[in-house]
């Protein structure tokens, strides 16, 4: 077994980073075997010299050694690159034809960006994995394999399964033994070795000197972020080479082959995962502000109705103060509670001379104290059916997005825990 030095000589790799060598020991370890291994990281990191590192170190390295790049490959015509077909199989199927996995008997396929293949396709890829068959598209014939599989990507393998875009099972077939690349910004020490090693080769292809890097420009190439990994930093060294008459690089003149650096931009998160409060889109986001509206109104017509029922201002202050403070906010306080309900009452007095005198139609006289409250049920229906609906879909997805947490869920549509069991109870969710 050769040791990690060796390889990265035979190979051409370059760094001396923990995370970077701790991968290309995984990879020599894991080479005798037969299992299968999933490369994961970054774009750009160089994942594909992973698996080439594992079939020359297995005891298949005299068999083929195949490179698939899953994600270029049309979704209509994938199985039959992968698998072959029939004459006749489909529109332009002239001739039988060999698939990979047949033409590789004995050897390695490397799949790479293995999360773009299509479902149905994953289902094929399950069967080679558990038992080496697999059948050609068109045909019912069952054929054997012999393949040692590594596949790679750069997806987050668990949101791609949550979203149902990847199968759970494949997945821990394929990541027998994961091999994870850190990606650039994570080997800061390497970054200068490799663009010294890139500048070295682009000097001798293009014949010129090669360049030559200054403190202030080291420490801005280990400082910048590099989005891209090695194959960024390769496109830098290449741009600067053909471009720069000067070979001796300073910070300033780097700076501006380097997107955005120095700037205070706000970085973007790579996740595709929604915030809690997040919603699909506008129509969702106005229907919210409507809600809200809605209860505002209705706590207004419930303090309003408080005050036609009792008709003593001191009562309905202390017993609706969390109320007042919901509907008129933090800046209401003290003296201010009574000048909210003394405007309030005074739109009672001027609005309905009298309520017992004359009832009003919106309003169902409550025969108790604790049924002084079923006016909300006149009010509900009178709402639009399309707006309930509507109500019931934001709380359905609400619910789901917090995993049945009614407090979390109140949070997210802005009300109170306590209207929230009361919609869900009055919608039978």
Known sequence: ????????????????????????????????????????????????SIPKIIHAQSHRKHGKYIAV??????????????????????TGATST??????????????????????????VRLLRVLENGEFLKVGSSTTQKTDVRIVAATNVRMTDAIEKGKFREDLFY??????????????????????FRKFASDFAMKYK??????????????????????????????????????????NATVLRNYLPDAGKNLPAVIGSSKKTDSDFANEREILYKVLFDMKNDLNDLKKLTNELMVKGNINDVQEENKSLIKRI????????????????????????????????????????????????????????????????????????ERHKGKRKAAADDL????????RKIKQYDL
């Open 173 to 194: 077939r394929l990541s027998t033994v994961d091999i994870n690349l850190p990606p650039l910004r994570e080997r800061k020490g390497d970054i200068h070795l490799l």
């Open 69 to 90: 790049n899953c994600g270029a490959i049309p979704e209509g015509t994938i199985d039959s690159e992968l698998f072959g077909h029939e004459k006749g199989a489909f």
């Open 1 to 48: 077994m050769e040791s990690v030095q060796s390889i990265k000589q035979r190979f051409e790799l370059i760094g001396n980073d923990p995370g970077f060598n701790r991968a290309i020991e995984k990879a020599i370890q894991v080479a005798p075997t037969d299992i299968s291994v999933l490369v994961t990281g970054e774009s750009g990191v160089g994942k594909e």
């Open 208 to 249: 010129m000197p090669t360049l030559r890097l200054d403190e202030s420009a080291i420490s801005l190439l280990e400082g910048y972020r590099w989005s891209g990994n090695i194959r960024q930093l390769r496109n830098i060294a290449e741009q600067i080479s053909v471009l720069e008459k000067e070979r001796n690089i």
């Open 328 to 399: 008129y906010g933090d800046e209401t306080k003290g003296d201010d509670y009574e000048d909210v309900i003394d405007q309030a009452y005074e739109v009672t007095q001027v609005d309905t001379p009298s309520y017992e005198a004359q009832p009003q139609p919106n309003f169902v006289e409550p025969a108790s104290q604790n049924d002084r409250y079923d006016f909300a049920q006149e009010i509900q229906e009178e709402e639009s059916l399309s707006l309930m609906d509507k109500e019931i879909e934001l709380i359905k997805k609400s619910l």
């Open 97 to 122: 034809r060999s698939g990979y996995f047949e033409v590789a008997d004995g050897g390695t396929i490397f799949l790479d960006e293995v999360g773009e293949l299509p479902l149905p396709t994953q």
């Open 414 to 421: 802005g009300i109170s825990e306590r209207t929230l069991y």
